[in-house]
């Protein structure tokens, strides 16, 4: 990844969609390391390079069903079996000449074509075994050929691909035993608030801590690793120390970005010189978000105390940060239909937890940003536009990382 050598205008109060493109660009300037990994250790990893198949896929021709391996018109004399493994030269197949054949096996020259077990009968004769079709074969039926499906040194898999594993079925019969995969990106957790008890139940003035055992999942889920987890307190010279500690890249911080009086990530953030990139944006929950840069080249993400707002603003800003980071396009939601009419009479986008059913989307209870229930249920999270939207609409989603 390259460094970013400009600083772009902060954006204050952008949409949902600007801030998404602004915080994946922000993602791409950071540095990522390498990893060389085996294949069974590679999933849900971001390759590094592209893979091109190294022979021909397949690399042999073969038959595509059990049957037989015929040439020309039936009725055919039977030879000998060929099965899956084979490895040594085929002798030519002559004309009226059948071997039984095993899927994968691979076609002696001269195939015209597979007649499957089903659409074939065998029977005794003066001539010896013979085999007749109860339905011809059309030529070239049921053979694969070699490189039908890549050619050698074709590209298979291309950087920034995230590895499923259809993808690392493709990557082994193309023949790699490892491949190069971008290292989580390493994000350091700063959590703020003289009011948080980290466990048990909370006492009267305290509250319960959501984000310890929430967060550091959220961003393996997204493709990074939380290093450290610091719990700061509510002052300036605490919230700077918290930062000025920091190594990571990514710096996720929670709580104190609006402007009441126990609020310093802003201080905070012009006290260590750093530059912010966006200054808020128009959605709801969540709309205090804050991404800056400091001056080391890290990012700092500063999401809101309240915990429903934290976690949708997490969903919408650090995972396009961490999908810049691993060279990977923006995550892209669906659309889904409404089951009921949704309000939003702001002029921002509301992010409305929901639940899914052959209806549509309907929202969950428990809607308010300091609260979790209801996203705790949800299946998805649907994006309503301001001035609402009517049962049956169709409304953006917005990804999500768990």
């Given at each position: ?45 971001t ?7 190294l ?8 038959s ?17 079996a ?20 095993a899927?994968g096996?691979?076609?002696p ?5 597979i ?19 109860l ?12 490189a ?35 290292a ?35 961003v ?12 700061g ?10 930062l ?44 205090p ?47 889904v ?5 949704v309000?939003?009479?702001?002029a ?7 639940t ?15 609260m ?31």
């Amino acid at each position: 990844m390259t460094t970013a050598t400009t600083l772009r205008p902060a954006l204050h109060h952008a949409s949902l969609s600007a801030a998404r493109t602004v915080a994946h660009d922000e993602g791409r300037s950071l540095d990522v390391g390498l990893d060389v990994v085996p294949l069974h250790a590679a999933a849900g990893r971001t390759l590094a390079h592209d893979l091109f198949a190294l022979t021909d896929l397949p690399h042999y021709a073969s038959s595509a069903m059990d049957g037989w391996a015929v040439c020309g018109e039936g009725p055919w004399q039977l030879g000998d079996a060929i099965r899956a493994g084979t490895s040594t030269a085929l002798e030519n197949l002559a004309d009226g000449m059948a071997r039984p054949i095993a899927t994968g096996a691979p076609i002696p020259p001269g195939t015209t074509a597979i007649l499957r077990r089903e659409l074939g009968d065998t029977r005794w004769t003066a001539d010896g075994m013979r085999l007749e079709a109860l339905s011809s074969p059309m030529p070239g039926r049921d053979l694969r050929h070699r490189a039908e499906e890549a050619r050698h040194g074709e590209p298979l898999l291309l950087a920034g691909t995230v590895l499923s594993a259809p993808r690392l079925a493709l990557a082994a019969v193309a023949g790699y035993d490892e491949v190069s995969v971008l290292a989580p990106p390493a994000v350091d957790l700063v959590l703020l608030g003289d009011e948080l008890r980290t466990s048990g139940l909370p006492a009267n003035g305290r509250v319960r801590d959501a984000f310890l055992p929430s967060l550091p999942a959220a961003v393996a889920a997204a493709g990074g690793r939380c290093d450290h987890v610091v719990l700061g307190r509510d002052s300036l010279d605490a919230t700077v120390a918290a930062l000025s500690t920091s190594r990571a890249p990514l710096i996720v911080t929670t709580g104190g970005t609006a402007h009441g009086p126990a609020d310093f990530v802003r201080a905070a953030i012009d006290a260590l010189g750093a530059h912010i990139v966006l200054d808020g944006v128009a959605m709801r929950p969540g709309h205090p978000v804050l991404l800056a840069r400091l001056e080391s080249g890290a990012l700092l993400l500063a999401l809101p105390g309240n915990p429903l707002a934290a976690m949708l603003a997490f969903a919408g800003l650090g995972v396009p940060v961490l999908d810049g980071a691993l060279g990977r396009p923006v995550a892209v939601g669906h659309r889904v239909g409404l089951a009921v009419d949704v309000s939003n009479a702001s002029a921002s986008t509301r992010l409305v937890p929901c639940t899914l059913s052959d209806s549509g989307a309907t929202p969950t209870p428990w809607q308010g940003s300091g609260m979790l229930r209801g996203l705790a249920m949800a299946s998805l999270v649907a994006a309503v536009p301001p001035g609402g939207a009517a049962a049956g609409d169709l409304v953006e989603t917005l990804p999500l990382p768990w």
